[in-house]
């Protein structure tokens, strides 16, 4: 096992009311840290999920393990072929290698504190969400930036099942 020092020099403050935030109704992402800011130790962002909303489809991240802290509402989370329920002040915890997902879970909205560890530049990636959504790229576009941000996308008959 090897141990990751990050190195950076300052403390690392961001005020609510000058993050960026990215998207809306129904899904908005805050961006928090992102890894150049922490010495590639982190990187954190806070989605706000309406009712039902998806946060993101199936996926996995070969060089970070991804943390869910449910701040309030609830959430589900695929990990694997496995689908939890998280509540406020859960924490689910997704390692390396391992499909996941999330949304809202029917009937209540969700707002989580999302963090990668180690940290991958990520601002950027949900920019380009935010592209597409208002239809200035497309979907098939992130095809090409999978390996740029560690975000590789994949089928769940899980996650599809329970989301159709």
């Given at each position: 096992?090897?141990?990751?020092?990050?190195?950076?020099?300052?403390?690392?403050?961001?005020?609510?009311?000058?993050?960026?935030?990215?998207?809306?109704?129904?899904?908005?992402?805050?961006?928090?840290?992102?890894?150049?800011?922490?010495?590639?130790?982190?990187?954190t962002v806070r989605i706000t999920l309406a009712e039902g909303a998806d946060g993101a489809r199936p996926h996995v991240h070969h060089h970070s393990a991804e943390m869910f802290y449910l701040l309030d509402g609830a959430a589900e989370v695929l990990s694997g072929d496995d689908v939890v329920t998280a509540?406020?002040?859960?924490?689910?915890?997704?390692?390396?290698?391992?499909?996941?997902?999330?949304?809202?879970?029917?009937?209540?909205?969700?707002?989580?504190?999302?963090v990668i560890t180690p940290g991958v530049e990520r601002f950027a990636y949900f920019r380009h969400l935010q592209r597409i959504r208002l239809g200035k790229a497309t979907r098939e576009s992130l095809l090409e930036v999978q390996e740029l941000y560690d975000n590789h996308f994949l089928k769940s008959e899980t996650w599809d099942t329970r989301h159709r």
């Open positions: 096992m090897s141990l990751f020092v990050p190195r950076f020099d300052e403390t690392v403050l961001v005020r609510d009311a000058e993050a960026e935030v990215v998207g809306g109704d129904p899904v908005a992402v805050r961006l928090l840290a992102d890894s150049s800011a922490t010495g590639g130790a982190l990187s509540g406020r002040g859960d924490l689910v915890i997704v390692p390396p290698d391992r499909p996941h997902a999330f949304s809202a879970a029917p009937g209540s909205t969700a707002d989580l504190l999302v």
